[in-house]
């Protein structure tokens, strides 16, 4: 998970969204990025620890979640195919 240190705000990235049995996939844009957390599009500025927003920057995962048995991670750095692939858009 090395391109994980090299996240920048602004990045595109695919992430995963896992629960209920399922994996969906999707496209969003990183806001901001400190020592430990990535912290994904929509968090305007609740850069918190207990924020829904926020990602582990060592493993790629969610860290608080929306509902229980679900989570999110953070799988690459968005390539010009995904950014092209229609299934990916939100």
Do not use: Q
Not at 29 to 37: F, G, Q, S, T
Not at 60 to 68: I, L, M
């Amino acid at each position: 998970m090395d391109f994980l240190k090299k996240i920048e705000a602004g990045d595109v990235v695919v992430r995963a969204l896992t629960g209920g049995g399922i994996t969906t996939y999707g496209l969003l844009e990183i806001e901001h990025v400190d020592d430990n957390a990535i912290f994904i599009e929509g968090a305007d500025g609740d850069y918190a620890k207990d924020s829904v927003y926020r990602f582990s920057r060592k493993t790629g995962r969610s860290e608080n979640n929306y509902a229980p048995g679900f989570y999110s991670t953070i799988i690459r750095v968005a390539t010009k195919e995904d950014l092209e692939d229609e299934s990916l858009m939100d």
